[in-house]
């Protein structure tokens, strides 16, 4: 058998050098409509399995796909555009106004340079609950950030490897793990946006959600390094709190810069 895609001669089910599968059909509207729902769901339901796992056994999936289970999981970025997209169509069904839409889109932060605006405190905290509020850029800010922090205190947390080795996280599995949590807050933001409509639920909504995201953040890390609750929840606080003042380093940073972009210019 000849590959249809790159020439490659074999014989089995696909093409060992690239992947393709060995029958090609010609292209008609039942293959276009199967290929759309089979790159949502995955050939063997690779999204319901990835979401499933992520909610009840969210550290050792982690786990799994750190140490090699590569195609039976989405990665965590492929993951968190699905779930973007499922937010904003749900979102957009429910016509709840908070759309993630609103959010990409109307980005108020003041597009005037002062840099005596930029160094005041209203404007840093107004920049974190810009940021935090974000489903887009806020993530991956976030996740950025916490790689850095979340590397340095979990580093004496060793994850035991395929090949026997028993070594800690590094900077990208790091990120991935955290973007991994973010899928499940999206989630579950999904799961409440009826709530949303039910203006009298607000804050009981809001609470839940933080409280879920929390518990699970510690659950991640307690499966995936195989230590303690207790464990888990201070290496968490502290790492939660060094990712805010390595954000707001940042910001200051920035701030310096546009400062002196300003004075260079004028
Ligand atoms: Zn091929």
Request: glycine share 4%; proline share 2%.
């Given at each position: 058998m000849v590959c249809l895609n790159c020439n490659n001669t074999f014989e089995s089910d696909y093409c060992p050098h690239?992947?393709?599968?060995?029958?090609?059909?010609?292209?008609?509207?039942?293959?276009?409509?199967?290929?759309f729902i089979g790159s949502f769901i995955g050939g063997d339901n690779k999204f319901l399995r990835t979401c499933l796992d992520l909610i009840c056994r969210p550290g050792y999936m982690v786990h799994?796909?750190?140490?090699?289970?590569?195609?039976?999981?989405?990665?965590p970025l492929q993951l968190y555009v699905f779930m973007l997209t499922?937010?904003?169509?749900?979102?957009?069904?429910?016509?709840?106004?908070?759309?993630v839409f609103d959010d990409m889109t109307n980005i108020d932060l003041d597009t005037e340079v002062d840099a005596s605006k930029y160094a005041s405190v209203d404007f840093?905290?107004?920049?974190?609950?810009?940021?935090?509020?974000?489903?887009?850029?806020?993530?991956?800010?976030?996740?950025?950030?916490?790689?850095?922090?979340?590397?340095?205190?979990?580093?004496?947390?060793?994850?035991?490897r395929p090949d026997g080795q028993q070594l800690p996280l590094n900077l990208t599995e790091q990120f991935?793990?955290?973007?991994?949590h973010s899928c499940i807050s999206?989630?579950?933001?999904?799961?409440?946006?009826?709530?949303?409509?039910?203006?009298?639920?607000?804050?009981?909504?809001?609470?839940i959600y933080q409280i879920v995201t929390i518990a699970y953040v510690v659950i991640f890390y307690r499966q995936l390094m195989t230590i303690g609750w207790w464990k888990s929840i201070v290496l968490n606080a502290i790492s939660l709190l060094l990712t805010i003042i390595l954000f707001i380093v940042s910001l200051m940073l920035i701030a310096v810069i546009a400062g002196v972009i300003e004075t260079l210019t004028k």
């Amino acid at each position: 058998m000849v590959c249809l895609n790159c020439n490659n001669t074999f014989e089995s089910d696909y093409c060992p050098h690239c992947g393709q599968k060995a029958k090609t059909k010609r292209l008609r509207l039942t293959e276009i409509v199967n290929n759309f729902i089979g790159s949502f769901i995955g050939g063997d339901n690779k999204f319901l399995r990835t979401c499933l796992d992520l909610i009840c056994r969210p550290g050792y999936m982690v786990h799994d796909y750190l140490n090699g289970k590569r195609v039976r999981y989405y990665n965590p970025l492929q993951l968190y555009v699905f779930m973007l997209t499922l937010y904003a169509v749900v979102s957009y069904v429910l016509g709840v106004s908070d759309s993630v839409f609103d959010d990409m889109t109307n980005i108020d932060l003041d597009t005037e340079v002062d840099a005596s605006k930029y160094a005041s405190v209203d404007f840093v905290i107004k920049c974190i609950a810009e940021v935090g509020n974000n489903k887009l850029y806020g993530t991956l800010v976030i996740a950025f950030f916490s790689a850095f922090s979340y590397r340095w205190f979990f580093r004496k947390c060793k994850v035991s490897r395929p090949d026997g080795q028993q070594l800690p996280l590094n900077l990208t599995e790091q990120f991935y793990t955290q973007m991994y949590h973010s899928c499940i807050s999206l989630f579950f933001s999904v799961a409440m946006l009826p709530l949303c409509l039910i203006k009298s639920l607000d804050v009981i909504t809001s609470v839940i959600y933080q409280i879920v995201t929390i518990a699970y953040v510690v659950i991640f890390y307690r499966q995936l390094m195989t230590i303690g609750w207790w464990k888990s929840i201070v290496l968490n606080a502290i790492s939660l709190l060094l990712t805010i003042i390595l954000f707001i380093v940042s910001l200051m940073l920035i701030a310096v810069i546009a400062g002196v972009i300003e004075t260079l210019t004028k």
